[in-house]
């Protein structure tokens, strides 16, 4: 069990005998009068949302989730299909993916998140190469300072086209590496 204070954005904590999520969480008080903790949340198993107010000392028991190495393997409405390497299939609803559909391939490789046997999510790799699908070219004169464009990067699924801003220089089919945690340009790809 771990106090209020504890608790990062991140962690997944056991409230009324549920899991849910930490997304927020917003500090209040002093050290004389003592902390609240304002948290938003998400159930892990319904979706749903919740805030709430804790005090500094209130206890928690902190849940550590499995993980397993999955590859993306196909779309079936309205879940996504991810297999493992024995073949084992594992299906996840879209709203449980969040940000992890911009950047879905077929065949990529990522790690399924599961809560009592349930696969609840992916998480992907840091960062990931992907090909410019778009991008207009850059305008002459417009180079001074650190100026970005728009770029839609390939995916496996059409209806989830994403952007990204990049430097002026990056056109179309160039491969590009991207942070999946921040959605920022890294590098350009050089064979």
């Known amino acids: 069990m771990k106090p209020a204070k504890e608790i990062r954005v991140g962690n997944i904590i056991m409230v009324d005998a549920k899991p ?30 919740l805030e709430n107010v804790f005090r500094g000392d209130d206890k928690f028991d ?41 950047y879905l391939k077929d065949g990529m490789e990522c790690e399924a998140v599961f809560y009592d046997g349930k696969a609840i999510s992916v998480e992907l790799p840091t960062t990931i190469q992907r090909q410019i699908v778009y991008s207009e070219p850059a305008v002459k004169g417009n180079t001074s300072g650190n100026v970005l464009k728009e770029a839609r990067i390939e995916n496996a699924i059409e209806s989830k086209q994403h952007t990204v801003q990049v430097p002026l220089f990056v056109s179309q089919d160039d491969v590009i590496e991207i942070d999946t945690r921040t959605n920022e340009y890294k590098k350009i790809v050089r064979n």
């Open 20 to 49: 849910f999520i930490v997304l927020r969480s917003d500090v209040n008080g002093s050290s004389r009068t003592g902390f609240t903790y304002k948290w938003k949340m998400k159930n892990l198993l319904t979706n749903s949302p």
């Open 62 to 102: 902190v849940v550590v989730l499995d993980k397993k190495p999955v590859t993306y393997s196909y779309f079936a409405d309205p879940l996504y299909v991810f297999m493992d390497a024995d073949y084992e299939q594992y299906e996840i609803e879209e709203e449980n993916l969040g940000d992890a559909l911009n």
